[in-house]
């Protein structure tokens, strides 16, 4: 339906039978909410726009100036038109007058035929109020259909092109946190950039020009801006009744989109509880295969795994890129032939990888994702400088017993943060020695059992600014050479001669001997690992 009354809808009433269009002929789709009858010149504070203007032309009879006066005024408080009886005070439009009209896209109309001016005034007012009436049923009528629908529909676009029909304009919606705009119909990518200029533009406070009327309404779900529902037009202006039709449609969206919200919450936190439950340890073998064959049909599983991914933080301005971050996580281990579980717990997200390729390369296929995920643009450039920290736990044949590869991939992680020199290795099963390192810290004081075998040395190095702690591990990783000792030190031997028989003085002769070497390699890792781990509380494992 046509929701609004133009110049051109009233030159086809009976009274303007006899009329001529002279002047602003693309101004015929001006907007008409009114006529008014004006025989003055001076009109500034007599019009409140989209009036057509009825004159005789008798306040301005002989002087063109006062003429062009009143069609300027006319055109700034941006009237519909200005039609003009001929004959008794005007004869001839000057073309002063016609130029401006034109420039300005205002139309000028002559009625060449004696009309009482109240049976045109009459004659529109009638329509108007009646065409009021009809917007006011049709209002209704649009409203009782949207609702019919919302019961029947699954996504908001039936909505945009229910909207789109009944005005036949372009219809957009721009979803805030997603960052994402949807257009119906689908526009060019160069218009749909037109277009949210246009938007841009129609809500700064320069007013700058746009060739859209555009009309815009905020969808708020539960107190929150979720997306805004626009509508725009370059062949029309866009009327209240425009303004009301959107204001229900956006209601309407409002309450799909929420319900939508709703149905995607709880079927996350099922999905959420059920993984949680997995990793625990709570779910049977069979009971995991059934859950996979209901949800992920196509999965066969061939053994799993667990990986961690830990943020220093993740602020709420970071819900897109981890959004980006798990999608291109996906995209690359689908590839690599893991089907993928994915749930967020404090700054961690965990992922299960459920391997469905030969489980001897299951070790390669992870490396070589985790090198094309960390080379990704997401990671590099859409993370806002915060470099992930990758925990892999070791591989279970059995489903069932993943939480036994979530708690070594904690581990991984917990190992890990704690060292300052990072290792390159993502995996628990290549962190060796140091994994017994981490669980003897946390049954024993360490520092005690490390100071038993090194505090002489230690205490050297600390009160002469000595070297004997570096000499003697590379001492033990040559394996005895004092050639490649010397070397790897860049000393002279007389220099590492001296060292070693100060280190024999401090923890013994017998330090090279195959027992006890074994325990002094094992004390200097634990040394590194405390002096060199960050300073961190320890928490509480909280149990899933």
Not at 11 to 25: N, P
Not at 188 to 205: A, F, I, P, Y
Not at 290 to 319: R, W, Y
Not at 398 to 426: F, G, V, W
Request: with cysteine; aromatic share 10%.
């Amino acid at each position: 339906m046509k929701s609004y009354l133009t110049v051109e809808d009233i030159l086809q009433r009976k009274h303007f039978e006899e009329s001529e269009v002279v002047a602003g002929y693309e101004g015929l789709s001006r907007l008409v909410k009114w006529v008014h009858v004006v025989e003055v010149t001076n009109i500034r504070n007599l019009l409140n726009g989209n009036e057509l203007i009825l004159s005789t032309g008798v306040a301005w009879q002989g002087k063109k100036e006062h003429f062009i006066s009143l069609v300027k005024q006319l055109i700034a408080l941006q009237a519909s038109g200005l039609c003009i009886e001929m004959g008794t005070y005007t004869t001839i439009i000057p073309e002063e007058v016609i130029e401006i009209a034109n420039r300005a896209q205002f139309p000028i109309i002559l009625i060449h035929k004696e009309v009482p001016f109240v049976d045109i005034t009459q004659d529109i007012h009638g329509l108007l109020i009646n065409h009021q009436y009809k917007i006011l049923s049709d209002l209704e009528s649009y409203s009782l259909e949207l609702s019919k629908k919302l019961l029947t529909i699954d996504h908001y676009n039936e909505v945009l092109k229910m909207i789109r029909n009944y005005l036949q304009v372009q219809v957009m919606i721009v979803f805030h946190k997603k960052e994402e705009v949807q257009c119906f119909p689908d526009v060019m990518e160069q218009e749909q950039r037109t277009l949210l200029q246009g938007v841009k533009r129609e809500g700064d406070s320069l007013s700058h020009k746009t060739p859209y009327s555009i009309a815009r309404l905020p969808i708020k779900l539960l107190g929150e801006t979720y997306a805004e529902l626009i509508i725009a037009s370059d062949e029309r202006e866009l009327t209240e009744f425009d303004h009301l039709i959107l204001d229900r449609t956006a209601t309407a969206l409002a309450e799909l989109l929420l319900r939508d919200l709703y149905v995607e919450e709880k079927r996350r936190v099922e999905e959420t509880k059920w993984v949680m439950s997995w990793l625990s340890g709570k779910e049977t073998e069979e009971g995991i295969y059934e859950h996979l064959a209901f949800h992920s049909s196509t999965v066969k599983p061939k053994g799993a795994f667990v990986c961690i991914v830990k943020l220093d933080s993740i602020p709420q301005n970071m819900s897109v890129q981890l959004t980006y971050f798990k999608l291109a996580f996906r995209s690359i281990f689908d590839q690599q032939g893991f089907s993928m579980f994915a749930i967020e717990k404090a700054n961690n997200i965990i992922f299960i990888l459920v391997n469905e390729r030969s489980p001897q390369t299951w070790k390669k296929r992870m490396k070589e994702g985790l090198t094309r995920l960390k080379a990704s643009d997401v990671v590099r450039k859409g993370m806002n400088n915060k470099k992930p920290l990758f925990g892999v736990g070791k591989f279970v044949n059995k489903l069932s017993d993943i939480h036994k590869s979530y708690q070594s991939a904690e581990e991984t992680l917990r190992i890990k943060d704690r060292l300052s020199e990072q290792s390159d290795s993502y995996f628990y099963e290549d962190l060796h020695v140091f994994r017994f390192i981490s669980l003897l810290s946390r049954t024993v004081d360490l520092n005690e059992v490390v100071d038993e075998y090194l505090a002489p040395v230690i205490e050297y190095d600390r009160k002469y600014n000595g070297k004997l702690m570096e000499t003697l591990k590379t001492y033990l990783v040559c394996n005895g050479s004092k050639q490649e000792t010397a070397r790897q030190l860049f000393i002279v031997r007389q220099t590492l001669y001296h060292r070693l028989h100060k280190l024999e003085k401090l923890i013994g002769k017998d330090f090279m001997k195959h027992e006890k070497r074994l325990a002094l390699e094992f004390m200097l890792l634990s040394y590194e690992f405390l002096t060199t781990s960050k300073p961190i509380e320890e928490k509480d494992h909280d149990a899933l």
